[in-house]
């Protein structure tokens, strides 16, 4: 029994020293990884989190830069615009926004114009980051219970990656 312990560590040691899980893009010691399913926000949140990971948390202008090589390396090719949920939101207090994970206000930020604008009051309380057909690349507030596809990240702006 003893010796399975001991092969269960090593093991969980080697995947963090060899770093991201495989389809995972690696970055800054954080794991990202990109859907090709569209989940609402509070679904992908789940989905996430049956990999040990969240909804992807932007602390700075160098990760934001990151998703948008990222997500447009994945949408290269598609004529629609782009649009992934993070794990930012503002559910409970209207204009609070937070990282939900790791329950931080919004540090940095990159908003369209005019955003967030919870349009006509729809509650958009989640936030997507969307390349539209100007290939612009920012941050957009949208009703939670819209489909989307969705980023996980392993890890924290500590640099840390944690498994289990
Ligand atoms: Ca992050
Ligand atoms: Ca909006």
């Known amino acids: 029994m003893v010796s399975v312990l001991w092969l269960v560590c090593a093991t969980l040691v080697v995947q963090v020293t060899l770093g991201c899980p495989n389809g995972w893009e690696t970055f800054d010691g954080s794991c990202y990884f990109v859907s090709d399913i569209r989940e609402d926000w ?19 202008a160098r990760e934001d830069t990151f998703l948008k090589q990222i997500i447009s390396k994945y949408h290269d090719g598609h004529s ?47 936030l997507i980051v969307a390349i539209r057909q100007n290939r612009e690349y920012r941050w957009d507030d949208r009703p939670c219970k819209e489909q989307n596809n969705f980023i996980c990240e392993i890890g924290d702006s500590s640099g840390a990656i944690v498994i289990g």
């Open 80 to 126: 629609n615009d782009a649009e992934y949920w993070l794990g930012g939101a503002d559910i409970f207090v209207e204009g609070d926004w937070r990282w939900v994970y790791s329950d931080q206000l919004f540090s940095y930020t990159n908003w369209y114009p005019g955003e967030p604008n919870s349009y006509h009051n729809q509650q958009e309380d989640c």
């Open 42 to 60: 509070p679904t992908a949140s789940s989905t996430c989190g049956l990999y040990h990971a969240h909804l992807a948390e932007i602390e700075s």
